[in-house]
């Protein structure tokens, strides 16, 4: 199974040591480069800087140029997708593309120093992008001289926090990136630790399964192949299967799924996360979803969204491009129902005019016709990004297709 993980932390704090060792300790660095850091390590002797994994094996991913530099790969019982991020405006750009949807979350504390603002505001993202699996990574042990005291206050520290977002049942693991304690080997330094380490906390965490909910098809694009209309698309949720009646949102054109492609040949059926080609019979335009006849797609005009601004102001009445799926849509800013901290989700007004830079709020969006799903129910078509002249501004996520 593979699971994507995002790990964040407070600047510091130890989070791309901490990749660089799930990168050593899975031994998934790229052929050649485990030798050349093992060498490095002998001439080092003592202490080595495990975030020089994570420098070494982007640049080699910026090599390649065919990969994605923010997705790494490690392994435990399960395939981990990492998606790494420097600050919370990245953190939510990357959260919001379609190759890295979340769904566990790694929180980075140090030992040395607790709860500081980027773990705040990172525990707010984390629960307001709908990332309800955390595991909390308290780090630099090895500063603390491994004492359980210091585990145990920071730890208490950022579950009080998780706790008040409305985390619950947060596992909590003392670990040292830079020496290996915990994070793949149990450590002989923390006795009085009798809990699992953190790659078995990960292999544990069992992510919602999608392919039981109704069946949602995004409309990438449209070829024709032998004189063949395929539609190209990606499952989101639920089974995509061959003879399945289909009505397309919001143009209203209904289907029949003939054959469904998945290089190099022909399959009966396609899942949640499954990109495939299908013969509708028809053209589909990028940006419809799809759904079966008796749990169709229901395009709105009007939603209510949870956003985080990313740069500049917002004010009723502004107008923003909307993207959703694969849709792109114009947008306007009918009301400001609360104005949120996004450091500590508490409500700081009501019916506001405007909010600021980094502040979140929930809104009510009047739209052209398009198709957005609770991000409660389904994840993938809940999450939607701002954007005005080009740039992306601001992130959110669906709480109501209704408002």
């Not at 080092?44 to 790969?73: C, G, M, P, Q, V």
């Not at 306007?332 to 996004?342: D, F, G, H, M």
């Not at 991000?375 to 002249?389: A, C, H, K, N, T």
Request: glycine share 10%; with cysteine.
């Amino acid at each position: 199974m593979n699971v994507n993980v995002v790990i964040v932390g407070h600047i510091d704090h130890g989070k791309s040591t901490l990749i660089g060792r799930l990168l050593y300790d899975s031994e998934t660095l790229p052929e050649g480069r485990m030798a050349e850091v093992q060498k490095l390590i002998e001439e080092y002797k003592k202490r080595f800087e495990f975030a020089y994994f994570l420098d070494s094996y982007e640049e080699e991913l910026k090599e390649e140029r065919t990969i994605d530099t923010t997705r790494i790969l490690f392994k435990g019982k399960n395939y981990y997708t990492v998606v790494d991020v420097p600050g919370h405006r990245q953190f939510i750009k990357n959260m919001l593309s379609g190759a890295s949807h979340a769904q566990v979350g790694i929180l980075v504390v140090s030992a040395p120093n607790g709860v500081e603002e980027q773990t705040k505001r990172h525990s707010f993202l984390l629960h307001m992008l709908g990332i309800r699996q955390i595991v909390v990574a308290v780090n630099k042990m090895d500063l603390m001289d491994y004492a359980e005291d210091a585990f145990k206050k920071v730890s208490r520290d950022t579950l009080q926090l998780l706790s008040s977002l409305g985390y619950r049942d947060v596992r909590s693991v003392p670990v040292s990136a830079l020496e290996g304690d915990n994070v793949y080997k149990r450590s002989q330094k923390m006795e009085w630790y009798q809990g699992p380490t953190l790659i078995e906390v990960l292999d544990e965490i069992q992510p919602e399964e999608v392919t039981e909910k109704h069946l949602r098809f995004v409309v990438q694009d449209n070829y024709t192949v032998d004189s063949q209309k395929v539609v190209v698309g990606r499952v989101e949720s639920g089974r995509l299967r061959r003879g399945d009646r289909m009505v397309f949102q919001p143009s209203g054109v209904t289907a029949t799924i003939g054959s469904i492609m998945v290089f190099p040949g022909e399959v009966n059926e396609a899942g949640a996360g499954d990109a495939v080609g299908v013969l509708a019979g028809a053209e589909l335009p990028r940006g419809n979803v799809g759904g079966h006849l008796d749990s169709p797609p229901i395009p709105t005009d009007v939603f209510l969204g949870e956003v985080v601004l990313l740069e500049g102001s917002l004010k009723q009445g502004d107008e923003y491009e909307i993207k959703c799926g694969t849709r792109r849509t114009k947008g306007t800013v009918k009301q400001i129902r609360e104005r949120i901290s996004s450091e500590t989700g508490e409500v700081l007004g009501h019916n506001v005019d405007a909010i600021g830079e980094n502040e979140a709020a929930t809104i009510v969006f009047a739209t052209e016709p398009l198709v957005v799903e609770k991000f409660s129910e389904i994840p993938e078509l809940g999450r939607f990004v701002l954007v005005r002249s080009g740039k992306n501004v601001g992130a959110g996520v669906v709480l109501d297709t209704h408002a």
